[in-house]
């Protein structure tokens, strides 16, 4: 592999001009398909196969008006001081307030409260609801300007008016966590670089990577169902990957160039050994993302392959555009300091004093200080660490999870206090009803059983009168439990209530399905169960597999998958204390402590193992590349921290920093990812592959590298270090009077 890669590094630093030219073409026609695409659509939540899934499958095909995509808002209306919303002079407020939002474009139909019976016991409030011809992204700024205003005239007339459903406008997302991100990273880069060429050209790679990978999602949305979600994780792990993979090889082109290589050379060492890390560090975060579609939740699928997608092109464009960008300025992005010797212009006699002076004050840098103090201490270092993560990932323990609602909504927010108007004046169950679902021949006789016995089930409110289609072949009913959606006496209500429809099944004939959100959260807990230990051993496997053919190991990959799952242990013990118990929740602009999305375990266990690999690859490729040039295990390791300690800082303070700035959107789960992704970096970075990683190291000995003889005969040799570039390849050209610069400069 280091060979084709050298060759590809080279080709692409001879035809720089070509193979920008095809990266815009590739970026113009991307961006044109992503312009003429339909907008993205709407988050949605499918679980094939399960009872939940198949009830709402059975309603949009036996009930075509249930399936109707267009868009809705719920407007909830109360009195002013306690007073009668069925007062004639409230009365009449609340019937202006719909006739104005039947007045608004896009709107299909529209239900007042009086005509729905719509009002809560106490006769203070009532909602009505308001039904959109389109789907909730088609929405446009017009009819979303009429719903608020409408909302504000109710206000006037000393209505307490709140709005919740798929058709309010999404609240605009803070902006500048995003910009502050990337700021952070270009700072790092700048003093990790000393040039402000070479630091602007990660982040000039990087966005052009994850343009064209949004511009595909956006392509094919409309196609594949991504929602804009999905382009936003898309942009998350795109931006972090594309400037850490850039900054690898654009360090290792200065290292090879002050190592006194002809510049075109150093490019295609560059790539072939710096890319090779890439390559295989991409591979293992692809292999983790792709392998989200093994849960078989079409949203994870989806995130995971977007994802996925957007991290290849990262790959690609690292070991293409980047070698070709160093050709227009491969003097450049040097430090100023170690430029004149590449443009072959004698040192005067100041300038060699100062670099004589400088070289005899040389000191080991800070990586090969640090590898030296934990290979003198490792079980007090491995011990710390270890006790140290355990310590934080205690609060995993409680995780409790959740499906996102209204309900845990910031409490500020319109959404929010609809929610909790209807759950004072309705009861707390209203906002989370369950729907049971009956087919069969006689469904007739069956509903009405199912409503009989539902009914004198403890914790149920109400059982509405079942509803039959047009063939009579199907009825639905309404079940308002006394509880909460999250509350766990209505997950026992569920369980009681299934119990209870396999026995009307045994008797009847007839297939009787109980769905709703709760009951989804129960099948989605059930389908996290059963996929989890297939997942990992999928992603585990193919990622070991990986490491196996980079390093030519067994033990290397089984302890990075120890220290994975160290550092994902305490990433979900750190979300569980600020998310779910609120600490330090203004910190990090958490508004609603509560439980953590159930979708965000498993779909952060896949991305921060494909990023752990990341660090693993490209700390431990350094010492492996001196280990198979002769250097024992304890040498190879402060080797490997001299040429990589500083640059995998670096890369996980950038990705850290990038992930940092999602902390401030308005989606919580992509809140909740962005915080968990970078607080899993700076754990997996500066702990585990810094300070574990070289501790077990010295304690294995040479033992590291072992791999029993067959195995090493039966696996190929991806010679990931380039030793391959080092035998047998002509001597090296230089230019006129170039001297090799000190290496100790570009690292210290």
């Not at 036996?62 to 868009?71: E, I, L, Q």
């Not at 509350?487 to 769905?515: F, H, P, Q, Y």
């Not at 033990?555 to 118990?581: D, I, R, Y």
């Not at 198979?628 to 295990?633: D, E």
Request: aromatic share 6%; hydrophobic share 50%.
């Amino acid at each position: 592999m280091a060979t084709f890669l050298y060759k590809l590094g080279r080709l692409a630093f001879r035809r720089r001009g070509i193979t920008v030219l095809l990266w815009l073409l590739v970026l113009v026609g991307a961006g044109a398909a992503a312009a003429s695409a339909p907008p993205l659509p709407a988050d949605t939540f499918t679980m094939p196969g399960t009872e939940t899934q198949k009830a709402y499958d059975l309603l949009e095909k036996r009930f075509p008006a249930f399936s109707a995509d267009g868009a809705e808002a719920r407007i909830v209306v109360r009195a002013p001081g306690g007073g009668k919303i069925t007062d004639p002079a409230q009365k009449q407020r609340v019937e202006s307030l719909f006739a104005d939002l039947a007045k608004s474009p896009q709107v299909e139909r529209v239900v007042d409260p009086y005509a729905g019976q719509a009002i809560s016991k106490d006769g203070t409030t009532a909602y009505g609801s308001v039904t959109y011809e389109v789907g909730a992204t088609r929405v446009s700024p017009e009819a979303h300007d009429a719903l608020l205003d409408a909302a504000r005239d109710g206000r006037a007339s000393d209505l307490v008016v709140e709005m919740g459903g798929d058709a309010l406008p999404p609240e605009g997302s803070m902006g500048s966590g995003e910009a502050i991100g990337v700021l952070v990273s270009a700072i790092v880069l700048l003093i990790t670089f000393g040039s402000l060429l070479a630091a602007g050209m990660p982040l000039l790679t990087a966005f052009i990577g994850v343009a064209v990978g949004i511009c595909g999602v956006v392509a094919l949305g409309s196609t594949l169902g991504l929602s804009s979600t999905t382009s936003t994780l898309a942009l998350m792990l795109g931006l972090a990957v594309g400037i850490d993979y850039a900054l690898f090889i654009i360090s290792r082109y200065r290292s090879e160039v002050a190592e006194g290589h002809e510049r075109g050379e150093a490019a295609g060492r560059a790539v072939g050994t710096a890319g090779s890390a890439v390559v295989f560090a991409g591979l293992t975060v692809v292999v983790a993302l792709a392998g989200l579609a093994v849960v078989n939740v079409p949203m994870l699928t989806k995130m995971g392959l977007a994802g996925a997608g957007t991290v290849a092109v990262a790959v690609v464009v690292a070991v293409t555009l980047v070698p070709a960008l160093l050709g227009f300025a491969p003097v450049k992005v040097l430090r100023r300091r170690d430029r004149a010797a590449q443009y072959g212009k004698p040192l005067s006699a100041r300038q060699q004093r100062k670099a004589a002076k400088r070289t005899a004050r040389q000191k080991p840098n800070l990586g090969t200080r640090w590898a030296g103090f934990v290979l003198r201490h490792p079980v007090a270092v491995l011990l710390v660490g270890v006790v140290g993560l355990g310590a934080v990932a205690v609060p995993a323990a409680g995780l409790r999870l959740g499906l996102p609602s209204e309900g845990t909504m910031a409490p500020h927010t319109t959404q929010r206090k609809a929610y909790d108007m209807l759950s004072e004046s309705f009861g707390p169950g209203f906002n989370g009803p369950l729907t049971v679902v009956v087919e069969g021949q006689d469904v007739k006789s069956a509903a009405a059983t199912v409503r009989t016995e539902l009914e004198e089930q403890r914790g149920v409110v109400s059982v509405s009168p079942p509803s039959l289609n047009e063939a009579g072949d199907t009825a639905v009913l309404n079940v308002v439990p006394n509880t909460g959606p999250s509350d766990t006496k209505t997950e026992g209500l569920v369980r009681e209530l299934r119990t209870t429809a396999d026995g009307i099944e045994g008797r009847t004939g007839s297939v009787v399905l109980v769905a709703g959100q709760t009951a989804m959260f129960i099948d989605f807990s059930q389908t996290l169960d059963q996929a989890l230990l297939p997942y990992l051993a999928v992603v585990v496997g193919l990622a070991f597999l990986l490491l196996m053919l980079a390093f030519r190991s067994v033990l290397v990959p089984l302890k990075a998958a120890l220290g994975f799952l160290l550092s994902v242990a305490a990433a979900l013990g750190a979300v569980v204390a600020v998310f779910q118990w609120g600490w330090l929740a203004d910190v990090f602009n958490v508004d609603q402590p509560g439980p953590v999305m159930s979708t965000m375990p498993i779909f952060m266990i896949g991305v921060v193992f494909g990023l752990a690999m990341d660090y693993e690859v490209f700390l431990v490729t350094r010492m492996h590349e001196a280990h198979s040039h002769g250097a024992p295990t304890r040498e190879a390791v402060v080797t490997g921290f001299r040429y990589g300690g500083r640059v995998v800082g670096a890369a996980a303070l950038i990705m850290t920093s990038v992930f940092s700035g999602f902390i401030v959107e308005d989606n919580d789960f992509i809140q909740m990812i962005g915080f968990g992704l970078a607080i899993a970096v700076l754990f997996d970075a500066f702990v585990v592959r810094m300070a574990l990683v070289p501790a077990l190291f010295a304690l294995l000995g040479d033992k590291a590298w072992w791999m029993p003889g067959w195995l090493d005969r039966l696996l190929p040799n991806m010679d990931i270090e380039g030793k391959k570039l080092t035998e047998g390849r002509p001597a090296d050209r230089h230019l006129p009077n170039q001297r090799p610069l000190p290496q100790p400069h570009l690292t210290d």
